[in-house]
């Protein structure tokens, strides 16, 4: 099998997968892993509370898996007492619900003290199972790689633990008014990352930050991109027929009239949890700024916000609002609470751009998402969004956090209406390369490179 590098931003150069030889029999790709979601059901709707793109992520990647021979079961917290002990989402993957602390009105920040009794319901689930039943543990946010830590020793099976974001990383670009990460979660990450067999990054930019802020062996991370739902995410909806010839702009219309939302305005687009990371603020200021110096513009403008309070968010549920009519634009703006994925493609269809002015991203997949739904993006140029988004071809970058710097370039939308059309189809091209099939099959590979090790280390320690 070929042997795959990720250069380091640093200038290290990291392998993406090792595959050691020399084992009877070759590589052998896991046949089940055991997924850990402590903090969130993949049972969850994106956009409320904790659930967000990490949901999406899961979801995909294991019924993907499951589609190539590796059937996953996913461990996460139960958040109802009428929930069944297991639930199939899919075939070949298994959601379990495991009883830790409160079933409702536990935060976030409230889990580190429900670790124990997760960690005794995923013991207890393991316990009823043959030797050797988990291949492989996959851990998903550091709340979840405390108890992969665990379970993968006391399995003797290897861990593959995916951040999805880091402390310190976060902590280094703090809204205005957000709440930093506690100390206990960077002395947890640090720990998981020299325990984990294999680490899985969004990005290389990502990696880069593993080994400088974690100090992470360049050898144990692994680039994989996460992918996007084309059969979902695309211009038309599936089973609408082939793509019309005048493309980008038809697709508009359509959705438009599926939403009843005006064909000829300006819809600049935010999507996703409402909190200051993510910076839902900056694009009503720009808004606000943009009606200033063209207050003409008023009538043909609408600014949909699709998503809830999350987070810090949650201790000012309706900031964004009065946040809104403080600014004068209140009548431009429209609320719209967490849809379904399939409401939220015609969503990322019907707008002009999604505008992604957020703090921190690991990769941003609303941003693929919107792209291959035939929508550019106008995003914050941090994290994984400069690999997600081409500048100036399927959307902008903007540096910083300015308001007057996203209303620059929205105004060169609401200028050219074109913009949105060709910029669309060039977004749609660009998603092609972000399946969800390529991000399974490169996951599967790190799965049979931390499984190799594994071996290998084990063999050593015997002999």
Same mark, same amino acid.
């Given at each position: 099998m070929s042997q795959y590098v990720s250069r380091l931003g640093s200038g290290r150069v990291a392998p993406r997968i090792r595959l050691p030889g020399g084992f009877a029999g070759g590589p052998r790709k896991p046949r089940r892993v055991a997924m850990l979601s402590v903090h969130t059901s993949p049972l969850h709707q994106p956009g409320t509370g904790d659930a967000g793109g990490m949901n999406v992520y899961i979801v995909e990647l294991a019924e993907r898996l499951a589609a190539i021979g590796i059937e996953v079961e996913i461990f996460t917290r139960a958040t109802t007492g009428a929930l069944p002990p297991s639930v199939e989402l899919s075939p070949g993957v298994l959601v379990r619900h495991v009883d830790a602390g409160p079933y409702e009105g536990l935060a976030k920040e409230e889990l580190p003290a429900q670790l124990c009794a997760f960690t005794h319901g995923v013991m207890q689930a393991w316990a009823g199972q043959r030797p050797g039943y988990y291949d492989l543990v996959h851990s998903h946010y550091w709340l979840s790689g405390q108890v992969g830590w665990l379970a993968a020793q006391r399995w003797g099976v290897p861990l593959v633990h995916a951040m999805h974001t880091m402390a310190k990383v976060k902590n280094a670009s703090l809204a205005e008014g957000d709440t930093p990460e506690p100390a206990a979660r960077v002395i947890g990450e640090t720990q998981i990352v020299h325990a984990s067999d294999r680490l899985i990054a969004n990005t290389a930019g990502e990696a880069d930050e593993l080994v400088r802020f974690y100090e992470a062996d360049p050898a144990a991370v692994a680039v994989v991109h996460p992918g996007v739902n084309l059969d979902r995410f695309r211009p038309f909806p599936k089973g609408s027929g082939p793509l019309h010839p005048e493309g980008a702009a038809s697709a508009r219309a359509a959705a438009r009239a599926r939403l009843g939302l005006p064909q000829d305005a300006l819809i600049p687009l935010f999507a996703g949890r409402i909190q200051p990371l993510k910076a839902p603020d900056v694009l009503l200021r720009a808004v606000a700024v943009l009606l200033d110096r063209e207050p003409a513009l008023r009538s043909r403008i609408l600014v949909p916000v699709v998503g809830g309070p999350s987070g810090s968010g949650l201790a000012k549920p309706?900031? %964004?609002?009065? %946040?809104?009519?403080?600014?004068?634009?209140?009548? $431009?703006? /429209?609320?719209?609470?967490? $849809?379904?994925?399939?409401?939220?493609?015609? *969503?990322?269809?019907?707008?002009?751009?999604?505008?992604?002015?957020?703090? #921190?991203?690991?990769?941003?997949?609303? +941003?693929?998402?919107?792209?291959?739904?035939?929508?550019?993006?106008?995003?914050?140029?941090?994290?994984? %969004?400069? $690999? +997600?988004?081409?500048?100036? $071809?399927?959307?902008? %970058?903007?540096?910083?956090?300015?308001?007057?710097?996203?209303?620059?370039?929205?105004?060169?939308?609401?200028? #050219?209406?074109?913009l949105a059309d060709r910029m669309g189809?060039?977004?749609?091209?660009?998603?092609?390369?972000?399946? *969800?099939?390529?991000?399974?099959?490169?996951?599967?590979?790190?799965?049979?490179?931390?499984?190799?090790?594994?071996? /290998?280390?084990?063999?050593?320690?015997?002999?």
């Open positions: 309706e900031g %964004l609002q009065k %946040l809104a009519a403080r600014l004068g634009i209140a009548d $431009v703006v /429209r609320f719209q609470p967490p $849809v379904g994925q399939d409401q939220l493609a015609d *969503w990322f269809r019907a707008a002009s751009v999604l505008v992604m002015p957020s703090y #921190s991203e690991s990769f941003g997949l609303v +941003a693929i998402e919107a792209q291959a739904a035939g929508t550019p993006v106008i995003a914050a140029a941090v994290g994984g %969004l400069p $690999v +997600a988004v081409r500048d100036g $071809v399927s959307g902008f %970058l903007v540096p910083g956090h300015d308001p007057e710097a996203y209303a620059r370039v929205l105004g060169r939308f609401a200028d #050219s209406p074109e189809t060039a977004a749609a091209a660009h998603a092609q390369s972000f399946g *969800w099939d390529t991000a399974a099959s490169a996951t599967a590979e790190v799965y049979t490179a931390a499984m190799c090790d594994h071996r /290998r280390r084990a063999r050593s320690h015997r002999g």
